[in-house]
Nanobody, 116 residues
């Protein structure tokens, strides 16, 4: 079965950096499109970035100057590099894979807290 396991979250000061990881099992990262979403306190879950099956990174406009998505096919892992963190980046970050109608997978999420 498909499993997505996020890690790398934590407490960081404004202006700092974090790298989130999404380790996948049951699928081959390099053959699929993987997304990152985030859900801030009291907010809806929003899409942040994706890396397509051909390796094209696409990042939401509001964070594209600070966030980078990449993958390591050998490790079957997708990364979200987050720089110049802001208070508004505080959220639970989720890895996501959509395989088709009725087949949608989420990781458990990793908490990112940006605070001084």
């Amino acid at each position: 079965q498909v499993q997505l396991v996020e890690s790398g979250g934590g407490l960081e000061q404004p202006g700092g950096s974090l790298r989130l990881s999404c380790a996948a099992s049951g699928i081959i990262i390099g053959d699929n499109t993987i997304n990152w979403y985030r859900q801030g306190p009291g907010k809806q879950r929003d899409w942040v970035a994706m890396i397509t099956r051909d390796g094209t990174p696409i990042v939401e406009d509001s964070v594209k100057d600070r966030f980078t998505i990449s993958r390591d096919n050998a490790k079957n892992t997708v990364y979200l590099q987050m720089n110049s963190l802001r208070l508004g980046d505080t959220a639970v970050y989720y890895c996501h894979y959509f395989a088709g109608p009725g087949y949608e997978y989420w990781g458990q999420g990793t908490q990112v807290t940006v605070s001084s």
